[in-house]
């Protein structure tokens, strides 16, 4: 339905607690998403076994964690980059594109160059939960970084928390190449249907305020 009222993606995220969905969905869903299949999912063996069966065009790491309700924020490639740098290099082999999900920082962005992952996911959960003086301040580190990173040969994807309310100014961010935005449109298709959430969203992304 989402693809049919006009979705660029599809992005499904299996969690180690199996609370969105189950591995079988994974399986179903493959054969039948015209468009393009994004999986998140936490860097375990686990989940690496499970992808490389699935093959997903694109593959977003996000970290996990049991007792949050919603990721929380970004991975912490420092302290996992040996790991990390071998997880992504399995995948890489069978042609699936990498994106890690990553705070706005130019840590993050130099530690992802050196890990040869060649998407990121900005993490605006913070510039979603802000308002006023603190939002634009935030809006403005998502500017500069996503700059930074498309200088520096990354592809540039952004998302988490965004709704029909905030997600204007993240698109007319020009180095910004995908939004990924699921919660929002969902809740929004309850009382308007698939096809007006979605193409409601699109205008804003593609003719943003």
């Not at 905030?166 to 809740?187: P, Q």
Request: proline letters at 3%; a negative charge; aromatic letters at 4%.
């Amino acid at each position: 339905m989402a693809e049919l009222a006009g979705a660029d993606s599809i992005t499904l995220h299996l969690r180690e607690d199996r609370r969105h969905m189950q591995d079988q969905d994974l399986f179903n869903l493959k054969p039948v998403i015209k468009t393009k299949m994004n999986l998140e999912m936490a860097a375990t063996d686990e989940m690496l076994e499970i992808a490389l069966q699935v093959m997903p065009e694109d593959i977003c790491l996000v970290p996990e964690r049991r007792e949050e309700r919603t990721t929380e924020g970004g991975l912490n490639l420092k302290s996992n980059f040996n790991y990390l740098k071998t997880f992504i290099g399995e995948l890489a082999k069978k042609r699936i594109r990498v994106s890690l999900f990553i705070a706005p920082d130019k840590d993050s962005i130099d530690q992802a160059l050196e890990l040869q992952a060649p998407v990121i996911e900005l993490h605006t959960g913070h510039y979603a939960d802000s308002i006023n003086e603190e939002q634009g301040k935030e809006l403005i580190n998502i500017q500069n970084i996503a700059s930074y990173a498309c200088k520096q040969g990354l592809v540039v994807n952004a998302g988490h928390g965004l709704n029909y309310d905030n997600v204007s100014a993240i698109a007319k961010i020009k180095e910004i190449n995908e939004l990924n935005i699921g919660h929002a449109i969902v809740a929004e298709a309850i009382f308007l249907g698939w096809e007006q959430a979605i193409s409601k969203m699109r205008s804003l992304i593609r003719k943003p305020l």
